[in-house]
């Protein structure tokens, strides 16, 4: 099966067992610097000498990205492959942050590793 969604799949969606075994996240989820709601709180952050990126845009976008890694594992027996295709991941100082919230998994930029992986039956 293939589900394609858009941000909105990230809340109130439970796909239990093999049915969901990849997610695929095609940037990170940062809230657009148009929002209303965001540029009220990130002046609001300004005005009490904060920092909005640090305070504001990254928390938000750190619970988003793990809402969504959420979608794949549901419970104990739950296993699959996520590729977030962001380099900012990587490439950007902040990219420890999203990487230090999600759960211990083994990591790997080598597609042939995740395909492998995927290939093994799961337990059940």
Request: proline share 8%.
């Given at each position: ?17 093999d049915?969901?075994s990849?997610?695929?996240i095609?940037?990170l ?96």
């Open positions: 099966a293939l589900l394609v969604a858009t941000s909105s799949f990230w809340e109130g969606v439970d796909v239990r067992g049915t969901l990849l997610v695929i095609d940037k989820p940062f809230t657009s610097p148009d929002d209303p709601l965001l540029k009220a709180r990130m002046e609001d952050c300004r005005l009490r000498g904060g920092d909005p990126f640090d305070e504001v845009q990254l928390p938000d976008a750190v619970i988003t990205l793990k809402q969504g890694v959420g979608r794949l594992i549901r419970d104990a027996d739950d296993r699959g492959v996520l590729v977030i295709c962001d380099n900012r991941l990587v490439m950007r100082p902040y990219g420890a942050t999203f990487l230090a919230s999600l759960p211990p998994a083994p990591r790997t930029r080598d597609i042939a590793r995740a395909v492998r992986f995927l290939a093994i039956p799961s337990a059940e």
